[in-house]
């Protein structure tokens, strides 16, 4: 039966560029199976590794915001430990660092002198998963800032980032040279997703479908997060988005061909230009 344009652009992001819900539900339910059975690991390992924060590991990116597209290949997982005694501050060079001077032996012995390194947590929480129930394999993973994860019943693997909350939404994530960086997830976030409700819904969809164009076209992919922020900004940009699909990706890459010219303000405040 012939289709209509739009009716074409929906049947092919259903097929092809969402995620099944199936997918995305069987995804939440492991992820709360995996968390409480790494906090169990990690508990019997209590002198060995700094301690999890009961019931503050997070989903993040873009799974938890709604526009992660086929096939679901990762899931990023913030691992929220126990700060305990250890206080941050910020050095000359602009790294963070936590001093674990009045801290447990658990964090000491992951310290260089008195600062707590990042490398050596990821390498430590790397090797207690070989306990984790149904462990395939791990290895470090993002240039040393997350462990990956592979389960021997799953099609796609955890990206496990071990953070340290040190305010309300502040998190303390490694950087990959053995000291901290700051990042916001929540807030990072909000723009993407306050665009979308205002929007009544049309935001994320044609995130997602518009993420599959920038991920198989020919030209230099945007980076992943940032171009969100730029569908975003076209939304924001106009009163209302169409009902109609097509109309929404023509006016876009028409927006895209100036905007992409300009800086990309983070969100989170973290950083001035992305």
Partial sequence: ?????DASFRQFQKDTVDLHPDVVEAGLKTVQRFSQNLNDVLSKQSHFFPQPLPGAHMVYGS?????????LDEMNLLVCLDLEDAHYFRSHAGKYLLNTGKSSDRLKQLSDGDHLNSTAVLLRLEELLKDVQGYQHAHLHHKGKAVALYLSDLDW????????RIEE????MPDGTGSWVLTRPISGNLPILNA????????????????YWNRHNEAPTIPSYVFELLVADFADSRSNLSWWTDFNVLSFFSFLSSRIWSGINDPSGVWPDL
Avoid: A, H, N
């Fill in 157 to 164: 693997r955890f990206d496990l980032v071990p953070c340290f």
């Fill in 63 to 71: 799974f938890q915001r709604g526009t992660k597209i086929r096939e």
């Fill in 169 to 172: 939404d502040f998190y303390l």
């Fill in 1 to 5: 039966m012939p289709l209509t344009v």
């Fill in 196 to 211: 979308d409700k205002s929007k009544e819904g049309r935001l994320l969809p044609l995130i997602r479908l518009l993420k």
